[in-house]
């Protein structure tokens, strides 16, 4: 069943603590993309990654960061330097990068975050 | 910067009656528009993805339409149902150095009615 899992499903991190979303599909996606979703607002992307060992920061990157280092996985670390990080998560993946044959967008179920 | 709108935020309908969301954007050079469905507490479910040079798409009770020139897209969902109920969220891809980008909109808030 092909698809994008994102674990765990609640996360709570104590201040000053760096916590680690894990996100991996197997839809053979070349891009993959970690964006947050706050109550009323649209989703942010926070890192997108093209190809493996290639990823770039999106609108909100700091305090975030990210590896590429299989094509299925691409895991997101919230650290202790992102002040505000109570949101959703969600991961994303697609099979074309962009350009005018660009394909869907497929989700995970994302990751609630809470600070404690 | 591209700006995405979802007007309502929020619309309550009875059991039967045609959905029609709307959405609009503020760049129109964008290579195609994306519609989801979120169930609360749940990730995005892909609907209906229109690339620029299609003027509409299809798939079942749901029918979405694009005026790019205009820069608006509408939903229509056929006959709703309660299990209808969800945010129903608009995306674009534009065309420019930032395409790997998808804009969203905040999403408009649908509850069918019994």
Redesign the interface.
Known sequence: DGG?T?SPKYLFRKEGQNVTLSCEQNLNHD?M?WYRQDP????R?IY?S?IVNDF?K?DIAEGYSVSREKKESFPLTVTSAQKNPTA?Y?C?SSLF????R?????????T?LTVV | KQE?TQIPAALSVPEGENLVLNCSFTDSAI??L?W?RQDP??????LL?I??SQREQTSGRLNASLDKSSGRSTLYIAASQPGDSATY?C?V?HVGPN?????????TTVTVRA
């Not at chain 1, 660009?102 to 994302?110: K, L, N």
């Not at chain 2, 507490?41 to 892909?46: H, I, Y």
């Not at chain 2, 395409?99 to 999403?107: P, V, W």
């Open positions: 994008i994102q891009a993309y009323g607002q649209g989703l992307l997108y093209q770039q999106g959703f969600l994303a990068l962009g350009g005018s660009s394909t869907e967008a497929f989700f995970g179920q994302g609630r | 995405v290579y195609n994306q989801f507490g749940k990730g995005l479910t892909s993805l690339q620029s969220l995306a891809r395409d790997y980008k998808l804009s969203f909109g905040a999403g």
